[in-house]
Every structure is written in C-alpha cells, then in structure tokens.
C-alpha cells in the first residue's frame, strides 16, 4: 500500500462570514505528483496556506503520515517537512539570493553567520537539481524566473519532503517550464511528493498522477489524470466547455499612436537592455511582443509608462514626446497598463479593492469632488466592474492582499480596460488566470482593438501572442528582430526568431 503523506479531512476555512474551504478533501501519496485545480479564487491557495503555517483551519484536520497534527507556524510547516513556493513570491528584494535562502535558518559558527558554508551548501543543491542561480546576486537585480529558483532552492535546503508549488509556471518562460517539469520528476523520484497548482491543462497532463478539482470552495473530485484531455480538465472545473481560441475579425490599422525610435533604456545595473528599438502600434491594432524573458521587454515597457527613463531615443504617444513625463502624466495622455508585477506595480495591497480599482481616478469626478472622495461613488463603481469582470470574493471593502491571484489581476485588468484608454499596454495579461477569464480577457483585448485603441501585448505564451495579435513583434537582445503575421508564422518560427536566429522569408521591422 502506498503510503499517504498527508491527509485533509474535511478542512473549512472562513474569512469572516466568507467560506474559502468548505469541507476539503485531499489525500497526496508518497511520491505523486498530485495537481489541484480550479477557478480564480476557488480557494487552492488557501488550502495550501494550511499547510504551509499561514493560516489555521476553521474546522477539519491535517493528518501527516497518519498523525494528526497542528500546524500553527511557518517554522513548524518546515519541521513537517513541508516546503511550499507561494503564488507571489516572499523574498527580501535588497537581500542577495544566498542571504534570502538562508533566512531564518542561518548556519551561525562562532555567533556569525556562516555564509560560505550556506553558499557551498546552496551550490550544491542548484547543481543537483538544475536550479541555476547566482548565490550573490541581489534579489531585485535577477528575473522573475531566476526569484522562483530561489524560493524552490529555500524550500530544498530546509529539507522539505512534501513541496507545494502555487502556480510555479505561471511565471515562467516555455524553456524554464520544461527545465522545472524535470527538476519536478526528479524530486518525486527521489520519493519526495509534489503538490502542484496550475492553470495550464497541459502541465497537469505532462507530469501529474493524480488531479483533485476545486469549485467554488468545495472538492468536486480527484481523478487519475492518464487519459484525461485539456477539455475534460477545463469541463471538470468550471462546469461548461471552454474554448482555447478567440475569434476575431481581421484588423484595420488606422494612425499611429505609439511610436517609438531608436530607444535605449537601461537595466538595473546601467547596461542598456533595450537597444536602438523602434516600433509602431496604430489604433484599431494588437501588437504582440514575444520574446525570452529578459530581452528587454520590461524595460521597454517601464520606458513607455514612465517608470523608468529613457537613455535617449524617443517615445511618441499621439504625437507627443513622453520621455521627459511622469508616470502620471503619461496615464493622463489616455494610456492603460497593465503591469507585469502586480504587487509592485499594479496594487496598493493593504488598500481595499475598491481603492484600487479607484487608482488611477479616484481625484477627478465622480469619484471625487473638490478634493473630497466619495467613497459611495468609489464601492459602487468598483462593484460594477467586478461585476462585469467576474472579480470574485467575499466583497469589495476586502484589502486587495484578500484576493486571490487571478482575481486581483482581473481587477487590474477591469480598472485599466474600463477607463477606455486610447493606448493599452498589457504584460502578461493572463497570467494566473483559469482558462474561463482568459477566454473573457482575450475577447476583451479584442473587443478593444475593434472599438479602435492600440494594444500593446507583451506575453511570454506564444499560444496567447498567435491568438490575440494582428502583429508579433519578436525582441531579441534589446530590439526587434522582425515583425511577422501570426497566419504565417508558428511556435517553430517564433521560438528561432526569439534565441536571435533568422528564418527563410521575409521579416518587416516597423
Ligand atoms: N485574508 C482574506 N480575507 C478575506 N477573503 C480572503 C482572504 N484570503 C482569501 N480570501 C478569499 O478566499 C477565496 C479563495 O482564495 P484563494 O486565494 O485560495 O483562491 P485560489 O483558488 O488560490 O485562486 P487563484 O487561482 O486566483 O490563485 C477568494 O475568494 C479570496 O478572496
Ligand atoms: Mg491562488
């Protein structure tokens, strides 16, 4: 008999009068790699957050390896032997990748802590399992991929045994998910347990054994995943058929809104990321950016919304020059984005939802009158739009930190769309999401294209940039590298162009 390494027994979870959990149930096997999956805000994350120390269930109870126990602490979690890699990652941005893995549960010799030892230590362990990291690096200088390796490498050098992955690819570019599907099937060989949280079917079907549906708060059911298909999958969870492409219409570019030429930004550390770019988005027009993570592309975008500064070059948005403005005043210009980190960009986290989807208006009318807000104005408007987004949770007065993933990035979404911006800019705009709210993000996207703006998509999914661009830009080291029809073009093509190859046809540049 296989033994179980942990058992929920019919866990409830309440935030106030608002039941997350509702009687769960879930079994993991030594060894397994078991997925869970279910809509925005079904309540995977806080199922998982039980586990991992972070909150105490209302009722129910965590048996591991037939004993029940209480999980009151982070630090007890660990002494489990649970590792868990959170949705939005815990790391000490200022800090170097060694001191964040070491962190509270330093190596001290002689009453200091003993780095080395913990380098040599976290060393062997990147090599091991082909977490490729630089142990000195700081935090806020690598990418979003390479901060992941670090909470997946914390995990491991607590010793977990059971590892929790809250959407761990949702951030990844396609090569990093192939590499972490390997690192996954190594730990389990090595008899650890994984239990993984995706959106994405096909992760589920290319490494899960078993899969345990959750709606609305409640187990629906666990299944064997061999001969389950993505559409089983998507019925099994949302409870209707979804449909992976959007239709849409052919587009029909009018002037040009965004323009930009021979721009050079500058990364972190002062070395140009984007270099000599030029590009045009015109109105009634999606452009897709698709590229490696770390080609460019968040500079570029930082450099269109004005969070950070261009070295020189220039941006045009309806004529005007924006490399000089503010943030703000660029928002004013009617431009909408969607930022690739929603915590440090997107959301005031302690704030409610209603404030935040307030962000960006919240000092003109209606929704205020001479200086004074009218916090009437703001929750009824925020209701509306999580309304007409499908924004789900307990209610609009709840600080954004109280959403899940996929519903505060609804949100974002619902703020930035809703405002009618003449520019959208988007990055990653579905991320996190359920398959249900990209079907509805991607028609919007669309939806707003027809109604003439210019969209600006930048998207690590190529099956996303095919589906939504009338354009793909391709970014390689900096700048583009041609612009192709997503009709004629594939994955194949795309993924040459991306790694700084070239193609037999013809590519245009503007
Ligand atoms: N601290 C909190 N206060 C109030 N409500 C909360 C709190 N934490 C979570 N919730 C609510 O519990 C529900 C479940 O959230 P959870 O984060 O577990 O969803 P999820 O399944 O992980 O969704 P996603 O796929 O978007 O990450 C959501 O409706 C969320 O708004
Ligand atoms: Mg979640």
Do not use: C
């Not at 059971?162 to 996954?184: N, R």
């Not at 992760?203 to 078993?210: H, L, S, W, Y």
């Not at 709606?215 to 064997?224: D, W």
């Not at 959007?246 to 587009?251: E, G, L, P, S």
């Amino acid at each position: 008999m296989t033994e179980n390494v942990i058992e929920m027994r019919e866990i409830t979870k309440k935030f106030g009068d608002f039941v997350a959990n509702d009687h769960i149930n879930l079994t993991v096997k030594k060894g397994e790699i078991h997925a869970l999956l279910g809509e925005n805000g079904a309540g995977k994350s806080t199922l998982m957050n039980m586990l991992a120390g972070l909150l105490e269930p209302t009722s129910g109870e965590i048996a591991i390896k037939g004993e029940v126990v209480k999980i009151d602490s982070p630090s007890k979690s660990n002494s489990l032997g649970i590792g868990m890699v959170h949705q939005h990652f815990m790391l000490v941005e200022a800090f170097t990748v060694a001191e964040n893995i070491i962190l509270g549960n330093e190596t001290v010799k002689n009453g200091v802590l003993d780095l080395k030892k913990a380098t040599k230590e976290i060393k062997e362990l990147s090599e091991k399992y082909g977490l490729a990291v630089d142990p000195s690096a700081k935090v806020e200088d690598i990418t979003v991929g390479a901060q992941q390796r670090v909470e997946i490498l914390k995990t491991l050098y607590r010793g977990a045994d059971l590892l929790i992955f809250d959407e761990p690819t949702a951030v990844l570019t396609p090569s990093e998910i192939q590499e972490l599907m390997v690192i996954m099937r190594n730990l389990v060989k090595e008899g650890k347990s994984i239990i993984l949280i995706t959106h994405k079917l096909d992760e589920i079907r290319a490494v899960a054994n078993r899969v345990t549906v959750i709606r609305r708060g409640k187990s629906i059911q666990t299944v064997n995943v061999a001969g389950a298909t993505a559409e089983d999958l998507a019925e099994m969870m949302v409870g209707r058929s979804v449909s992976f492409k959007t239709a849409k219409k052919a587009a029909e570019p009018k002037d040009v809104v965004l323009s930009i030429k021979d721009l050079v930004v500058n990364e972190n550390r002062g070395i140009p990321a984007v270099k000599n770019l030029s590009l045009d988005v015109r109105a009634g027009e999606i452009i897709g950016i698709a590229g490696i993570d770390g080609n460019g592309q968040s500079e570029l975008i930082q450099a269109i919304t004005g969070l950070r500064k261009a070295k020189s070059g220039s941006i045009k948005i309806k004529g005007q020059e924006i490399t000089k403005m503010t943030a703000r005043q660029i928002t004013e210009l009617s431009v909408g984005h969607v930022p690739e980190d929603r915590h440090r960009d997107g959301l005031v986290l302690p704030m409610t939802l209603a404030e935040n989807i307030a962000l960006q208006t919240y000092y003109k009318e209606p929704l205020s009158k001479k200086g004074i807000l009218d916090y009437k104005k703001i929750n009824d408007y925020a209701k509306k739009l999580m309304a007409e987004f499908d924004v789900r949770g307990a209610n609009e007065l709840v600080p954004a930190k109280g959403f899940s993933g996929g519903n505060q990035q609804k949100a974002i979404i619902a703020r930035e769309v809703d405002r009618n911006p003449d520019l959208l800019i988007v990055s990653q705009p579905t991320r996190g999401l359920d398959v249900g709210a990209i079907e509805y993000i991607r028609k919007r996207l669309i939806a707003e294209r027809d109604k003439g703006k210019a969209v600006l998509v930048v998207s690590f999914e190529l099956d996303e940039i095919l589906d939504v661009s009338d354009r793909i830009a391709v970014i390689h080291d900096g700048h583009i590298k041609g612009i192709v029809k997503p009709e004629e073009t594939n994955k194949q093509e795309l993924g040459i162009l991306m790694a700084g190859g070239a193609i037999d046809k013809e590519v245009s540049h503007v």
